[in-house]
């Protein structure tokens, strides 16, 4: 019939070369190899949003201010050759899986929000700092005063060891 049957045909068939032509075996078998640049933003992008909806094509050109939306399918398509999303019926996209790029190493994912992790620690330790300066210190109770310097001293601790550690061990070798 028309070519947009044809070309719908294409994008379904896995033997056709579609869009991503050079991507070596390394890329296409470890997604953190090749996780960069406009690719890893549009990666972001969907990571981003909810989990359950799909992206399209238009909006993750519109959203990132890509030049066309050529460019904006063509990075779907390599996430899509990468196993991380998936084309619905509809041509649109959805994450089938989160990847822990280098970039997102430092991070976590609540919801649709990307923290940092420290961030999570500096919050509890300020809670902590706040208390003992409004509470503990204006009420001149040593003993709760000693608790209170001893807990955030060991859950600042806790929590630069932890995340010392983990950088070791994710340390290229």
């Not at 620690?121 to 210190?137: E, K, N, T």
């Amino acid at each position: 019939m028309s070519t947009s049957n044809n070309q719908a045909d294409d994008e379904h068939n896995p033997s056709s070369p579609g869009p991503v032509v050079g991507m070596s075996i390394k890329a296409a078998a470890d997604p953190k190899y090749s996780l960069k640049g406009n690719t890893l933003r549009v990666y972001m992008h969907i990571l981003r949003s909810r989990s359950n909806d799909s992206v399209g094509i238009r909006e993750i050109q519109r959203e990132l201010n890509l030049s066309s939306a050529t460019l904006a399918k063509y990075h779907l398509e390599k996430l899509r050759e990468m196993v991380l999303v998936a084309q619905n019926e509809d041509g649109s996209y959805s994450l089938l899986k989160e990847v822990k790029v280098d970039v997102l190493q430092p991070f976590i994912t609540l919801g649709s929000f990307i923290i940092p992790r420290l961030f999570t620690y500096a919050v509890m330790i300020s809670i902590l700092f706040l208390y003992l300066v409004g509470f503990v210190l204006p009420s001149g109770n040593l003993a709760e005063l000693g608790f209170f310097s001893v807990s955030i001293g060991s859950v600042s601790l806790i929590a630069l060891w932890y995340e010392t550690v983990r950088s070791w061990k994710s340390a290229p070798r």
